[in-house]
């Protein structure tokens, strides 16, 4: 072992170029003329050998690491006779199961998700569906139940929600829940298609849980919320808990779903915050139904 490692020192040393630094020769004798041109002989340099970088710790606390590409998944394999194959490449190992446990997977697996989706009506942490709803964050703070984009600071981003009801807009109320300050535009999507600016300019930072009231002016009927933000504005994640609708006729209504250009978790989903209720038992895989 400690000879392979001075081996890969000198090689590193020698890649790099750092036998410059080496002492000169003791010995005084005059260096022996170069040999004459013909008899020169190129051979190429030796590559150089980079030492491996270490990985940095983030320190971010959203930072989840990727998955990394290429990797070998484990692969479910039906048959016709209703088993399943189970395999793992990384491990080389492989199972069989009968018909009656995939079946008996198959409704555990189905019971499971849909109490996962009882628990978690609103979605993924952070995903848009956090800003659905009533506001649920408590606190000034970095919360899974508020809407966040992929990246801090990293400029244009928007939220787009939907509401129950179209009803001619008084005044929406945004609950922002972490580093307001970020709403740059907000718009209302018509029921022509058209879009209709309700409010652009800059919106009060502050470093408390806030409620952004916008006023509408009369004759803005819409069921469909664009709130567009600059998050360069802000330093620091920048999240949206809920977005209240209130009608000229005193109604008031929380959105019923939203979509984002991004949300923070999407690039590299855990397989709980990627999980979703299944509709029929492993129906990717075509086991057969239990009659």
């Given at each position: 072992?400690?000879?392979?490692?001075?081996?890969?020192?000198?090689?590193?040393?020698?890649?790099?170029?750092?036998?410059?630094?080496?002492?000169?020769?003791?010995?005084?004798?005059?260096?022996?003329?170069?040999?004459?041109?013909?008899?020169?002989?190129?051979?190429?340099?030796?590559?150089?050998?980079?030492?491996?970088?270490?990985?940095?710790?983030?320190?971010?606390?959203?930072?989840?690491?990727?998955?990394?590409?290429?990797?070998?998944?484990?692969?479910?394999?039906?048959?016709?006779?209703?088993?399943?194959?189970?395999?793992?490449?990384?491990?080389?190992?492989?199972?069989?199961?009968?018909?009656?446990?995939?079946?008996?997977?198959?409704?555990?697996?189905?019971?499971?998700?849909?109490?996962?989706?009882?628990?978690?009506?609103?979605?993924?942490?952070?995903?848009?569906?956090?800003?659905?709803?009533?506001?649920?964050?408590?606190?000034?703070?970095?919360?899974?139940?508020?809407?966040?984009?992929?990246?801090?600071?990293?400029?244009?981003?928007?939220?787009?929600l939907s509401f129950?009801?179209?009803?001619?807009?008084?005044?929406?109320?945004?609950?922002?829940?972490?580093?307001?300050?970020?709403?740059?535009?907000?718009?209302?999507?018509?029921?022509?298609?058209?879009?209709?600016?309700?409010?652009?300019?800059?919106?009060?930072?502050?470093?408390?849980?806030?409620?952004?009231?916008?006023?509408?002016?009369?004759?803005?009927?819409?069921?469909?919320?664009?709130?567009?933000?600059?998050?360069?504005?802000?330093?620091?994640?920048?999240?949206?808990?809920?977005?209240?609708?209130?009608?000229?006729?005193?109604?008031?209504?929380?959105?019923?779903?939203?979509?984002?250009?991004?949300?923070?978790?999407?690039?590299?989903?855990?397989?709980?915050?990627?999980?979703?209720?299944?509709?029929?038992?492993?129906?990717?895989?075509?086991?057969?139904?239990?009659p």
């Open positions: 072992m400690k000879s392979r490692l001075l081996s890969a020192a000198a090689g590193i040393l020698l890649g790099l170029g750092l036998s410059r630094f080496a002492r000169p020769h003791p010995d005084p004798t005059p260096p022996p003329p170069p040999p004459p041109a013909s008899a020169v002989v190129s051979a190429p340099l030796p590559k150089p050998v980079t030492p491996p970088i270490p990985a940095r710790t983030p320190t971010d606390p959203k930072h989840r690491p990727p998955t990394a590409s290429g990797s070998a998944l484990p692969t479910i394999t039906p048959a016709e006779d209703g088993t399943l194959t189970l395999s793992d490449p990384s491990s080389g190992t492989e199972f069989t199961l009968s018909a009656e446990d995939a079946r008996n997977l198959s409704t555990n697996l189905l019971s499971a998700s849909t109490a996962m989706a009882a628990s978690r009506p609103r979605g993924p942490s952070w995903s848009p569906g956090q800003a659905a709803g009533p506001p649920d964050t408590t606190e000034h703070a970095d919360s899974p139940s508020a809407w966040a984009p992929a990246s801090q600071n990293g400029g244009r981003e928007w939220l787009k129950p009801k179209s009803v001619e807009i008084r005044e929406i109320n945004i609950h922002e829940s972490y580093n307001p300050g970020a709403v740059s535009r907000v718009v209302a999507l018509l029921p022509n298609g058209l879009e209709q600016t309700l409010w652009e300019g800059t919106a009060p930072a502050d470093s408390a849980l806030i409620e952004h009231s916008i006023p509408v002016p009369k004759g803005t009927r819409s069921d469909t919320i664009r709130i567009e933000l600059d998050t360069s504005r802000v330093p620091g994640w920048n999240e949206i808990d809920a977005v209240e609708l209130v009608g000229s006729d005193g109604s008031r209504q929380w959105a019923s779903s939203a979509t984002a250009s991004s949300w923070f978790g999407e690039p590299f989903n855990t397989p709980i915050d990627s999980f979703v209720p299944l509709v029929e038992p492993l129906d990717f895989i075509d086991l057969p139904k239990t």
